[in-house]
């Protein structure tokens, strides 16, 4: 990813056995440049002062942290160096993760690289804890987008079973308690989309029962819905019923 489209400015460093042993994470002087781009500077206070650390691509927000010069010994003839200590790396770095440091403004955001992630999910990190600073990238945007090219494997649905659930339906949506009230296609025909209840990616059948003619609001439910569990089952439930009084 270009990191730069997401942040100020940013660094990354791999967390070593030293970090952990001691419970201090030394930043280089990459991340070091954006902490203090942010507007943090090292403590002169002990304890530390703290400060938040936002997280993206975890379960946590954010984590408490401080910096802080590391004190040195007279005999050691080397200067401090800077250092993040508390929770971000007591509680939540791991000896081998590689860890991005980035900061939108005076917003510190902090990523692990060996995790997998997409730009959605960045932006929307960023925009809960910054939603002017998306606005304000949104704005810088100019001309057309960029091309990239993709490959991937796609199931082959049997067109039967897509008919067959739409000739169920009656032209409404088969979710319990919907009351969408659907546009028509060309042929003044209902828009409905047909869903696999258990999804084929998660060895899913395509079978007349595992497939709902849902309204785009609940199909995008199944697959975003905080509650899309509970209403996979109310759905199956229903279809299972409707499948069994059809014709064999």
């Known amino acids: 990813m270009q990191w730069n489209e997401f942040f100020d400015s940013y660094g990354i460093k791999t967390v070593t056995k030293t970090d952990k042993a001691k419970s201090a994470y030394v930043t280089n002087s990459e991340q070091n440049a954006v902490i203090r781009a942010a507007g ?42 800077p250092r993040i200590g508390r929770e971000f790396i007591s509680n939540w770095l791991e000896i081998g993760d590689q860890v991005l440091i980035g900061n939108v403004g005076t917003d510190l955001f902090a990523l692990k690289l060996n995790i997998s992630t997409d730009e959605t999910k960045l932006v929307e990190g960023i925009a809960n804890v910054n939603p002017d600073a998306i606005f304000a990238k949104a704005n810088r945007a100019k001309g057309k987008p960029k091309t990239t090219s993709v490959t991937r494997n796609d199931f082959v649905r049997d067109p039967y079973i897509v008919r067959a659930a739409l000739l169920r339906s009656l032209g409404k949506c088969e979710m319990p308690g919907c009351k969408t009230i659907l546009f028509e296609k060309e042929g003044n025909v209902p828009y409905l989309e047909v869903h696999h209840i ?32 509970e209403r996979r089952l109310q759905l199956r439930e229903v279809i299972a019923l409707k499948t069994a009084a059809l014709p064999k």
């Open 198 to 229: 258990q999804p084929l990616s998660e060895e899913g059948y395509d079978t007349l029962e595992n497939a709902a003619a849902l309204c785009p609001n609940c199909h995008r439910e199944q697959h975003h819905g905080k509650l899309k569990a």
């Open 40 to 81: 943090v500077k090292p403590s002169t206070a002990r304890p530390a002062t703290p400060f938040s650390i936002f997280l993206l691509n975890e379960k946590v927000p954010s984590v408490q942290a401080s910096y802080y010069n590391s004190e040195r010994s007279t005999a050691a003839h080397r200067p401090p160096e």
